[in-house]
T-cell receptor, first 114, second 111 residues
Framework: SQTIHQWPATLVQPVGSPLSLECTVE??????LYWYRQAAGRGLQLLFY??????ISSEVPQNLSASRPQDRQFILSSKKLLLSDSGFYLC?????????????FGPGTRLTVL | QKEVEQNSGPLSVPEGAIASLNCTYS??????FFWYRQYSGKSPELIMS????GDKEDGRFTAQLNKASQYVSLLIRDSQPSDSATYLC???????????FGTGTKLQVIP
């Protein structure tokens, strides 16, 4: 069966500090991978998605970036965090089946920027 | 821009009652529909998917789809306090279109 991991689970960072969040998927090959952000009391905002190694699509211009160095690894980064970057960051995967594309979420990282 | 509309709630129902959660979507080519449950502070969990018009039942959950009306709903029978969560509706249009998530309906089941 497939498993998705995210770490860290929680993070408190000062404004202007760098960020690196990691997501890994087990039990599947060549998944589609997604980064979402959920601000407090808000919906899911798609930040990035990837259909393969080194292939990243950005949905929202911001100070965040994503990379996919390995097939089942997806990294979210920032050089300088803003207060507005606080939120619940979720990684998701799907098989890439263009008829259904069911997405499965990791446990998430709660980021607080002070 | 694709839109997904859900009543934010909270929808309060007594324990044992039927909870009815509704969702409308704007993209007429949507072909797959997902319902996710999100407990407070946790990540969304897939509970139902439906692809064809009509009803699909899974235990206490029934998803209903009407593509002509661009409407999808989730019924929860015999609601339990453990069903208290936010329910996200998510249509998918196929191809490399991303899934679009609604902002969710908060359900409160009162013991």
């Amino acid at each position: 069966s497939q498993t998705i991991h995210q770490w860290p689970a929680t993070l408190v960072q000062p404004v202007g500090s760098p960020l690196s969040l990691e997501c890994t998927v087990e039990g599947t090959s060549n998944p589609n991978l997604y980064w979402y952000r959920q601000a407090a009391g808000r919906g899911l905002q798609l930040l990035f998605y990837s259909v393969g190694i080194g292939q990243i699509s950005s949905e929202v211009p911001q100070n965040l970036s994503a990379s996919r160095p390995q097939d089942r690894q997806f990294i979210l980064s920032s050089k300088k965090l803003l207060l507005s970057d606080s939120g619940f960051y979720l990684c998701a995967w799907s098989t890439g089946d263009v008829s259904t594309d069911t997405q499965y979420f990791g446990p998430g990282t709660r980021l607080t920027v002070l | 821009q694709k839109e997904v509309e859900q009543n934010s709630g909270p929808l309060s129902v007594p324990e044992g009652a039927i909870a009815s959660l509704n969702c409308t979507y704007s993209d007429r080519v949507s072909q797959s529909f997902f319902w996710y449950r999100q407990y407070s502070g946790k990540s969304p969990e897939l509970i139902m998917s439906i692809y064809s018009n009509g009803d699909k039942e899974d235990g206490r959950f029934t998803a209903q789809l009407n593509k002509a009306s661009q409407y999808v709903s989730l019924l929860i029978r015999d609601s339990q306090p453990s069903d208290s969560a936010t329910y996200l509706c998510a249509p998918y249009s196929g191809g490399y279109q991303k899934v679009t998530f609604g902002t969710g309906t908060k359900l409160q089941v009162i013991p």
